[in-house]
Nanobody
Framework: QVQLVESGGGLVQAGGSLRLSCAASGGTFGSYGMGWFRQAPGKQRELVAA????????YYTDSVKGRFTISRDNAKNTVYLQMNSLKSEDTAVYYC????????????????WGQGTQVTVSS
């Protein structure tokens, strides 16, 4: 399985931006679909965005469409989440995850997970 390490989280004011990175090692990065999930206190973990192996297909949950952009650089074994116009409701721990399934929207098919990075948006 691939190992994943997230970075880039932090504290930002509402309306600000952050870019999360997830570096992969120990596997063939380009063979995995990648997803960014988040979990806020007291809430279930949710899929925020996902990207296909080659990077040509993406998915976004409705609440982040137009504000977040997922991308990947297979040469650098890294997936990114650019987050703009951040809102207080975006506050959560963000996780990246890898799947070898084509069903990017199904959480149970993500077999490798990072440790998470905290994003806090102050209003």
């Amino acid at each position: 399985q691939v190992q994943l390490v997230e970075s880039g989280g932090g504290l930002v004011q509402a309306g600000g931006s952050l870019r999360l990175s997830c570096a992969a090692s120990g596997g063939t990065f380009g063979s995995y679909g990648m997803g960014w999930f988040r979990q806020a206190p007291g809430k279930q973990r949710e899929l925020v965005a996902a990207i296909t192996k080659g990077g040509f297909g993406t998915y976004y949950t409705d609440s982040v469409k137009g504000r977040f952009t997922i991308s990947r650089d297979n040469a650098k074994n890294t997936v990114y989440l650019q987050m703009n116009s951040l809102k207080s409701e975006d506050t959560a721990v963000y996780y990246c995850a890898a799947t070898d399934s084509g069903l990017l929207q199904v959480e149970k098919f993500y077999a490798s997970w990072g440790q998470g990075t905290q994003v806090t948006v102050s209003s």
